[in-house]
């Protein structure tokens, strides 16, 4: 009997894979005259979704079996994100049109998101120097927002170029310019949800993240420190009840030029 379950351990333990990043491969000093990278997540493990992130922004997204298996977002200071390969042992990515804006810290998590639950993350630090090109004109976010408050911002693309807008990291995809990328400008009109918006716009060139630029507003409670407790308990309360509610409502205007 002990013969047999020292084998049935030995078969379990060579069917069970480890779940780990092997190595992250991200250049820590980008000089200028050099204004793209590539950067490099390894992995032994036998996951359901990876991630890229630049700080907490989240700028890629490779999920094996699903259609399409990989996605780009748009992240301050990196104009340019190209797949070079993403399969069982590595995600590579090619990232270009850097700007000083592209320092940070840079993350890969993978995560198997079926029982057994694991998790794997792993960080480097990129620094940018000497870089700066143009990005899309964003201007008219007010800084602070109060209840109820509606909002607006603008932005202004190169010609040819596709305007889409981010919210929080989400885009408004019922936002999304034309197909033949007519449209270089939009007008974005939407209500506030405290306690920080993060307002993002795009340039797309034929699908493909060429320029980015962002703005941020925060409620205009969070300046106030003399609030009685009472009404910051009530505050709690509201942002609350807020997750379970879509985050903005929107409204738009496209403008031609």
Same mark, same amino acid.
């Given at each position: +009997? ?5 084998? @049935? ?23 200028? %005259?050099?204004?793209?990278?590539? #950067? ?13 992130? !630049? %700080? ?24 340019? #994100?190209?797949? #070079? ?11 270009? =049109? ?5 320092? %940070? ?18 960080? %480097? ?27 607006? =911002? ?8 596709? #305007?889409? &807008? ?21 007008? @974005? ?19 493909? @993240? ?7 507003? !925060? &409620? !205009?409670? +969070? ?12 505050? !709690? +309360? ?20």
């Amino acid at each position: +009997m002990l013969t047999i379950a020292f084998v @049935l351990l030995a078969i379990a333990s060579c069917g069970a894979r480890p779940f780990n990043i092997t190595d992250l491969i991200i250049p820590h000093i980008i000089p200028p %005259g050099q204004d793209e990278v590539e #950067i490099e997540c390894r992995y032994d493990a036998n996951f359901t979704l990876l991630n890229w992130f !630049k %700080g907490n922004t989240e700028f890629f997204r490779y999920k094996p079996g699903s259609a399409p298996s990989t996605r780009s977002f748009p992240v301050l200071g990196v104009g340019r #994100i190209e797949l #070079i390969h993403c399969g069982p042992t590595a995600c590579r990515l090619k990232l270009g =049109a850097l700007t000083e804006e592209a320092t %940070g810290i840079y993350k890969c998590d993978i995560e198997k998101e079926i029982p057994p639950y694991q998790y794997e993350s792993r960080t %480097g630090y990129m620094e940018v120097h000497g870089h700066k090109h143009r990005k899309p004109l964003l201007e008219g976010l007010a800084e602070e927002f109060g209840e109820d408050d509606e909002m607006q =911002a603008y932005c202004r693309g190169a010609p040819g170029a596709e #305007i889409r &807008w981010y919210i929080n990291g989400q885009e408004v995809e019922e936002l999304r310019g034309s197909p033949t990328f007519s449209r270089k400008s939009s007008r @974005l009109i939407f209500q506030g949800i405290p306690p920080i918006v993060t307002v993002q716009c795009a340039e797309y060139r034929f699908g493909k @993240l060429t320029g980015s630029n962002q703005g941020k507003a !925060k &409620w !205009k409670e +969070m300046h106030n420190e003399d609030t009685p407790e009472e009404q910051r308990n009530g505050v !709690k +309360m509201f942002l609350s009840s807020t997750i379970c509610i879509p985050v903005y409502s929107l409204l738009y205007r496209l403008l031609s030029y």
